[in-house]
């Protein structure tokens, strides 16, 4: 059987004097389904703490654990939260206009957005790094699309990297793509 060819998470638009890139983060079904069930049962334990803190008959000396607690609990939450918004709708989005080259990990367009000055880019290429799965670099970064990243380039003394939820061959079509766009001349690469 002829295995599918696959289409990639990234989607190019561009036209005459701008460019954008929209990569989808890779969707992890398991560890989603997971984490929404774990929400469901984090939700129960916040409601229980809660009404634990406001029950006149809870001792005065537990609360304040309890009140600790509900703080951990909840940033735990939030962070889970924030984890599957970007499993399921997580983009990072690259934008070259008008000589900026801006880099943003947003869901629904709220998120980190970096620019930089295109005149100051060099040496775009291939960041050569492993692929990896969801069960073999689980460090918070990569966790949220926020580490590593399949294309480089050098700005100043510190060296950028993009286009995280990709693998090597899609990476090549897209710094094939920049190499095209008129926003981005020959220096930029060496």
Not at 90 to 100: F, M, S, Y
Not at 122 to 142: C, G, M, Q
Request: avoid cysteine; aromatic fraction near 12%; proline fraction near 2%.
């Amino acid at each position: 059987m002829i295995e599918k060819r696959f289409a990639g998470r990234a989607k190019i638009n561009q036209n005459f004097n701008s460019m954008n890139i929209e990569i989808r983060a890779r969707k992890y079904w398991l560890a989603i389904i997971f984490g929404i069930v774990w929400m469901g049962g984090w939700l129960w334990s916040e409601t229980f703490a809660i009404s634990l803190v406001f029950n006149l008959n809870t001792p005065l000396l537990i609360k304040p654990f309890i009140l600790l607690w509900l703080i951990i609990w909840t940033l735990g939450g939030m962070l889970i939260g924030h984890w599957i918004l970007w499993q399921l709708i997580g983009r990072e989005v690259i934008n070259i206009k008008e000589g900026i080259f801006t880099l943003e990990q947003s869901i629904k367009g709220i998120g980190p957005k970096e620019m930089y000055e295109i005149n100051s880019i060099k040496n775009i290429d291939l960041n050569r790094v492993e692929d990896s799965d969801f069960w073999e670099n689980n460090t918070p970064e990569s966790m949220f699309g926020h580490s590593g990243g399949k294309i480089k380039f050098d700005y100043g003394t510190e060296t950028i990297t993009f286009a995280k939820e990709i693998n090597e061959a899609e990476a090549k079509m897209i710094l094939e793509e920049l190499r095209n766009n008129s926003n981005l001349r020959e220096r930029n690469f060496v």
